[in-house]
């Protein structure tokens, strides 16, 4: 039986207890590279496109690792290049499909991006599968789960208001909130059982 998504919510929270420090500078060096490689008009654009598949593998991977109480490192986000191909063959049709769809009206770019939102986390979690099989994975995941993940988005739309008014600082908590929670969703919606790695022997 699939979670509540305010239950998803409050383990993200419990989960970040105490661990706050090494999830926001995770998502802070993500954002901040991203910012730097996209701010020079068309080749920054290029350059977003080239390193945003690998970049968001990465970031998949320490979501979910921090979220299952397993090894989390900054390192994590550059794993994404070791996977280079998939990772952006993946990334490039998800916009594209996105695109094509929002084309048509916005509300069909919503749904597209809804089904395809699992993308990175089946990358991350299976290293044999492809780009475009991961995208399929994806779509049949989250058939019937759309709404859910609908109104767990909705559920930080205040959160972000709040960020916004203190100059943004509060995306600094808000980002890695939404990160474990969405990697806790991702979990709960595959219907795994992760337990976290034992203590090492004293």
């Known amino acids: 039986m699939k979670k509540d998504n305010a239950l998803l919510m409050k383990e993200a929270r419990e989960t970040l207890a105490g661990r706050w420090g090494l999830a926001i500078g995770f998502c802070f060096l993500y954002m901040l590279i991203t ?11 290029l350059f977003g496109l080239v390193i945003g598949g690998p970049m968001l593998f990465g970031l998949a991977t320490f979501s ?40 048509l009206l916005i509300v069909p770019g919503i749904i597209a991006a809804l089904s395809y939102s699992q993308t990175f986390y089946i990358l991350a979690e ?14 049949a995941m989250m058939y019937g789960n759309k709404k859910k993940l609908f109104f767990l988005c909705l559920r930080f ?20 909130y939404v990160q474990i929670t969405m990697a806790k969703f991702y979990d709960d919606i595959s219907g795994k059982m992760v337990a976290p790695n034992p203590a090492p022997a004293q």
Request: aromatic share 14%; glycine share 10%; net charge positive.
């Open 35 to 45: 910012i730097v490689v996209q701010s020079p008009r068309k080749i920054g654009s």
């Open 126 to 139: 299976d290293k044999t599968i492809s780009g475009g099989e991961a995208i399929k994975k994806s779509k």
């Open 157 to 176: 739309l205040g959160w972000a208001l709040l960020s916004i008014l203190t100059l943004g600082i509060g995306f600094l908590w808000l980002i890695p």
């Open 64 to 103: 979910l690792a921090f979220s299952r109480k397993q090894e989390a490192s900054v390192s994590q986000l550059f794993l994404g290049f070791n996977e280079f191909g998939r990772t952006f063959v993946a990334y490039f049709l998800r916009i594209l499909f996105i695109l094509l769809w929002a084309l």
